[in-house]
């Protein structure tokens, strides 16, 4: 056996066999360029399920089962990223759905308060007790 023909023997584990296979992996990375055709806005782990036309949860047993379907996920996730960023900046995304969809890549909209009295005192001061 040639090594070509060794690398392409799969090992049996045991159990059902998967069916992520190379065709369908480049069909995944197709998704990345042509999402629009599928009618999505921004790419999207389930516009990509719907493209695959497989379940959402084995997109993500797929991402553990290959390194190369991990880097497609995460390419579609910064993909959609930037889009949400510059489609919120430009104005031609709806802004709460944007803000809302922007905490998926680890943005948030947090105000700093802190409870202050009269002239400004603190309501619940620091006390430090020494013992000796």
């Known amino acids: 056996m040639t090594n070509e023909a060794l690398d392409s023997v799969e090992v049996d584990k045991g159990g059902r066999p998967t069916k992520l ?3 369908l992996i480049v ?3 197709e ?3 042509d ?4 009618d999505d806005i921004v790419p999207s782990v ?4 719907c493209y695959l036309d497989i379940a959402r949860s084995t997109i993500y047993k797929y991402e553990g089962e290959s390194e190369r379907f991990s880097d497609i996920l995460e390419r579609i996730s910064q ?3 930037k889009m949400l960023i510059n489609g919120g900046l430009m104005g ?3 802004a709460p759905i944007t803000k809302m969809m922007m905490t998926k890549h680890g943005y948030s ?3 700093e308060t802190a409870l202050t009295g009269a002239e400004g005192a603190e309501l619940f001061p620091t006390i430090v007790v020494r013992y000796e």
């Open 92 to 94: 031609d995304f709806n």
């Open 31 to 33: 998704y990345i360029y």
């Open 109 to 111: 909209d947090k105000q």
């Open 21 to 23: 296979t190379s065709e």
């Open 79 to 81: 993909k959609q990223e």
């Open 35 to 38: 999402f629009r055709s599928n």
């Open 46 to 49: 389930a516009g990509l399920a």
């Open 27 to 29: 069909k995944a990375e």
